[in-house]
T-cell receptor
Framework: DAGITQSPRHKVTETGTPVTLRCHQTENHRYMYWYRQDPGHGLRLIHYSYGVKDTDKGEVSDGYSVSRSKTEDFLLTLESATSSQTSVYFC??????????FGPGTRLTVT | AQTVTQSQPEMSVQEAETVTLSCTYDTSESDYYLFWYKQPPSRQMILVIRQEAYKQQNATENRFSVNFQKAAKSFSLKISDSQLGDAAMYFCAYRSAVGYGGSQGNLIFGKGTKLSVKP
């Protein structure tokens, strides 16, 4: 398995609170991604990073921000969580011409 | 924009039999990559197989093979000698070979097919 960890693995939070999810890799891959997975939608890209401090928006970026200050860490922040952000969040890594490898996922519930 | 369609939300196969999962995609690009990922109940996303569009030969990985029809924009996955451990969600994904900034690596996923394996 690729060296990707996500923390926390499970989180329950209340509407309006800030939440930060962390993705950590030990593979030194340049590209990192955040997806959300919802029933009936497959996986949808939230944000991605193509280098330290280089990030861009994906398909469903509204309400999310990201930061990457080190190669190994990619943070996803929900500034003010809403119930529509209840989902399973996956981090992935890759090198440019190679496939993506996924972390174990974080189940987030916003009550 | 590219899209990926998996028209079979659920499928079932008898253990030791063969099953084919369908995937079609829409793109105007000539150079791209296609993938099948497996997601078992553990939720871990596992890469099953990869196909480069410029290769005419269909990719094969042990009991898993694809039927890549570029003109028809079709990319089906065949699982031979199905095993109980093959029960999972299967996702088809597309990745462009070109792009601006860092978007070249972005994957576009279908909605998935849930495969059940009957003993």
């Amino acid at each position: 398995d690729a060296g990707i960890t996500q923390s926390p693995r499970h989180k329950v939070t209340e509407t309006g609170t800030p939440v930060t999810l962390r993705c950590h890799q030990t593979e030194n891959h340049r590209y990192m991604y955040w997806y959300r997975q919802d029933p009936g939608h497959g996986l949808r890209l939230i944000h991605y990073s193509y280098g330290v401090k280089d990030t861009d928006k994906g398909e469903v970026s509204d309400g999310y921000s990201v930061s990457r200050s080190k190669t190994e860490d990619f943070l996803l922040t929900l500034e003010s969580a809403t119930s529509s952000q209840t989902s399973v969040y996956f981090c992935a890594i890759s090198e440019l011409y190679y496939e993506q490898y996924f972390g174990p996922g974080t189940r987030l519930t916003v009550t | 924009a590219q899209t990926v369609t998996q028209s079979q939300p659920e499928m079932s196969v008898q253990e030791a039999e063969t099953v084919t999962l369908s995937c079609t995609y829409d793109t105007s690009e000539s150079d791209y990559y296609l993938f099948w990922y497996k997601q078992p109940p553990s939720r871990q996303m596992i890469l099953v197989i990869r196909q480069e569009a410029y290769k005419q030969q269909n990719a094969t990985e042990n009991r898993f093979s694809v039927n890549f029809q570029k003109a028809a924009k079709s990319f089906s996955l065949k699982i031979s000698d199905s095993q109980l451990g093959d029960a999972a969600m299967y996702f088809c994904a597309y990745r462009s070979a070109v792009g601006y900034g860092g978007s070249q690596g972005n994957l576009i996923f279908g909605k998935g097919t849930k495969l059940s394996v009957k003993p």
